[in-house]
T-cell receptor, first 110, second 113 residues
């Protein structure tokens, strides 16, 4: 069973700061998802990664398959980025579903 | 195109009752997966269906079941409800499965009293 660890659990930063959220997992995977959840429950998929790096607007996600580690970066952070960010991994092979980290609660203060 | 639709959004049930939740995926998506989210356990995988077949199942008791119809719509059922089943139940759809980009519904908030 894959174990997914996220850090930090909580993060408060000032508007404009560069944010990094980390995710480590214990068993090799075929895909990793970064998800965003706002108060009220709805979840938005930000990235799906199997290797390398992806960028969308101010968000950047990287993954190092050998080190079993991924990072989510937010550049020029804004109060609207305040949310819970969740890492989820898929081991593949059709036998398992997603395994989730416990999430990072991010607050961006104006 | 329309997103993932879950119904009902909110419901209150009594212990011992059963509940059925519905999920309509994005048009053309054949994979539907279900998740439970609680403050204590976070997000946990329940099961995934693809083309009407259960592809995999998480570590939940047999009281939790699901099915998928030929139009890819899916339902999950929880029988003999317990207080601990109070949670947000989310479904997600994907074209091929959770190894690809997934799209979540808004969720169904279940309270068991």
């Amino acid at each position: 069973k894959n174990e997914v660890e996220q850090s930090p659990q909580n993060l408060t930063a000032q508007e404009g700061e560069f944010i990094t959220i980390n995710c480590s997992y214990s068993v090799g995977i075929s895909a990793l998802h970064w998800l965003q959840q706002h108060p009220g429950g709805g979840i938005v998929s930000l990235f799906m990664l199997s290797s390398g790096k992806k960028k969308h607007g101010r968000l950047i996600a990287t993954i190092n398959i050998q080190e079993k580690h991924s990072s989510l970066h937010i550049t020029a952070s804004h109060p609207r980025d305040s949310a819970v960010y969740i890492c989820a991994v898929y081991s593949g092979g059709g036998a398992d579903g997603l395994t989730f980290g416990k999430g990072t609660h991010l607050i961006i203060q104006p | 195109k329309a997103g993932v639709t879950q119904t009902p959004r909110y419901l209150i049930k009594t212990r011992g009752q059963q509940v059925t939740l519905s999920c309509s995926p994005i048009s053309g998506h054949r994979s539907v997966s279900w998740y439970q989210q609680t403050p204590g356990q976070g997000l946990q995988f329940l099961f995934e269906y693809f083309s009407e077949t259960q592809r995999n199942k998480g570590n939940f008791p047999g009281r939790f079941s699901g099915r998928q119809f030929s139009n890819s719509r899916s339902e999950m059922n929880v029988s003999t409800l317990e207080l601990g089943d109070s949670a947000l139940y989310l479904c997600a759809s994907s074209s091929t499965g959770t190894g690809n980009t997934i799209y979540f519904g808004e969720g169904s908030w279940l309270t068991v009293v």
